[in-house]
């Protein structure tokens, strides 16, 4: 259709033959200018073509007309349809007329009803303020008494005594504990009336809460099966909130601490001599006075019943008491704060020390009888060894008890008072036995062997350190205790045995002091608390010894004949001055030292046996042969001394002497003999030290 209409101008333009040439020339270029880009052309075009024109020369004539006839159409029919809306709208303009004359009447009969209602409206509006006021106050109210009033049900809960004690009753008592603590808040503000009312109020409600848990605690005790493991656990819930009252918990404990004496007592006495103060109790153990003839038993069974009852009444209590850890302290604690006025205010709580209280309170009744009863059993015992195996079992029991009970305890007492009555009695009974056989020992075995009274006392001894072994005295400590048994029981025996001694003849003395002292040792070297003891034997053994020893030499000495050549050379030296005198003196000289020599070949072949003789009545033959050996190797020292000396004079060689010499000095000369004619020392004593050491082997 473009293409057609550009054509159409073209035939146009053509057909002119020439008219107007400058305006067609400019149309031409106006047109020809125009680009096909342009928004405005396209759309015009565009709708050309929506009108389905045919591009004749009739057409393209009245196409401007067309087109402006129907831009008026369009422009009629736009003034038509905006005179329509100008009709409506001057309806409109009435309608709001008619409304705001309307609205202006409405609004003066308002004004006129709010004339006339104000006062009510006024009226109105402090009634829904104090409306408001009450709803508030009554909220205020209800939360008041919800928090800070208990409801009759809750009251007869708290201190009703029909009612149970259980989780409910714990429920309500810990509301009005809390409700009580809140009034404090109360009594911070201007008017204090309210909160001083409540916490009377609350006040009067805890102190009847107490007193029903505390009557309830009370009954309970009285049926409180304590070797029972199965402890109600709301007695114990019971007895920690009761802590929070001091007064009212100690006096529970004190009740609960008679009944538990009176049942303890009971079961002592009935342990005892199988009768009951309750005569429908069933015995299904034999009583303990059976065995009262037997008074280490007797005492025995009695401490393994304190220690079993000590044992379970502790346990119990600790199960009923500190089973919940340091919750009792707590309460107790904080009790201590709500009641100023108590003893113990200013005192911090110990829970140990007071469960060490509460049994020791418990078995009071029993540390009575268990006293009177061992007492008696002591004093009635005359064998000192049995006491002191009583006064070890008691310290055995003592030394297992301190571990649970405190040292001020009944129980602890009464055990460390019969512990220093049993030593007491045994120190006497001891006394007078050692005294009894020291009386009997007058007169020393004619065997020299240990006396009957040592060896009882040995004996006895014996029984003594076992019993003391087994005992549970600390290691560092039992030495240092058994220093005084050992002081009265074996050191007057010993001593009497000594003076025995002191009236022998040597060696008799000396024997008898080692057979007494060896025997004590072997009694007392199984045991480590004797260590110095037995050093102090030692000592006294060897001092003996070593006086045997001297004594097998001098036998060895005079029997031999060697003493005397032995005192001749001991003043000597080995100078040769003194060496040349010993040819002069008259133990050598050749008949004296013949005859020594002779003595000596005698007294060989036998000397063992000779020097064992003396110590036969040594019943250590062992020590017996070491001393006799000691004193043989003396011996032979000693001739190997002697043999020195007489071979070194053999050697020195007769000096003839100056020319020039006084004639006293040369009759001395004359007088002595000639070298040739001199025999050798040796030659007349001709033993060796060697054969010597053969046949005293």
Known sequence: ?????????????????????????????????????????????????????????????KLRWDLQKEIIQCNGNIVKDFGQVAEQLKR??????????RCEDMRR???????????????????????????RKKQLLNAVNKHFVLPDGELMVLTSTTEPVNEEFFAVLARVKQVHADCKVLLGGENQRLGLELMEQSSRHLNNGYQKLYRWIQKEFKALDLENPQINAVIRRSLRTLAERPTLFEGCLTGFSEAREHILSDGFYTALTGSSTHRNNELTMKPIELHAHDALRYIGDMLAWTHSATVSEREALESLFLAEGDEMAKGIQAGRHSEPWSDMHDESFDGRKALDDLVNRNMAGVARVLQQRVQQAIQGQNDPVRVYRIANLINFYRVTLARLLRAESSIMETLASLEISAMGQFEALQSDHTAT??????????DLNVPDVLH????????????????????????????????????????????LAQDLDVPANNILLLN???????????????????????????????????YQHAFFLHVSGLHALLTALIPLTDCTEDLSKIAALPAFQPNALTEASQTLDEFLPS????????????????????????????????????????????EIPMADGDAERSDEEEEKKEAQPRK???????????RTSGEIKVLLS
């Not at 305006?23 to 020809?32: D, F, G, M, P, R």
């Not at 006129?112 to 408001?132: M, W």
Request: glycine share 2%.
């Open 1 to 61: 259709m473009a293409l057609e209409l550009s054509q159409g101008f073209d035939d146009r333009t053509g057909g002119s033959t020439g008219q107007r040439s400058n305006a067609l020339a400019n149309k031409l270029n106006s047109v020809l200018s125009v680009s096909y880009a342009d928004s405005e052309l396209r759309d015009a075009l565009h709708f050309l073509d929506s009108k389905n024109t045919q591009n004749t020369p009739d057409v393209r004539r």
């Open 92 to 101: 409109l303009g009435s309608t709001i007329s008619s409304l705001n004359k």
């Open 109 to 135: 009969q308002v004004a006129a009803a709010r004339q006339e209602n104000a006062p009510v409206l006024e009226e109105a509006s402090i009634l829904l303020a104090q409306r408001q006021d009450l709803e």
């Open 437 to 446: 056989i020291q009386a009997e020992l007058t007169q020393a075995p004619s």
């Open 456 to 499: 009882e006392t040995l004996t006895q001894l014996k029984a003594l350190m076992k019993s003391h072994d087994s005992s549970l005295t600390p290691a560092a400590s039992r030495e240092a205790e058994f220093q005084p048994i050992l002081s009265y029981t074996l050191k007057p025996v010993l001593n009497a045995c000594e003076s």
């Open 516 to 550: 007494c002292h060896l025997a004590t040792k072997r009694t007392l070297q199984p045991f480590n608390f004797t260590t110095s003891s037995i050093e102090h034997l030692d000592a006294s053994i060897e001092s003996s010894t070593e006086k045997l020893i001297d």
């Open 607 to 650: 000397a063992l046996m000779d020097a064992s003789e003396n110590l036969k009545r040594l019943k250590d033959t062992k020590l017996a042969g070491d001393i006799t050996s000691e004193a043989a190797d003396r011996f032979c020292e000693d001739f190997e001394f002697v043999e020195r000396r007489m071979a070194a004079a053999d």
């Open 676 to 686: 040739e004619d001199v025999v050798a020392l040796k030659d007349l004593y001709p």
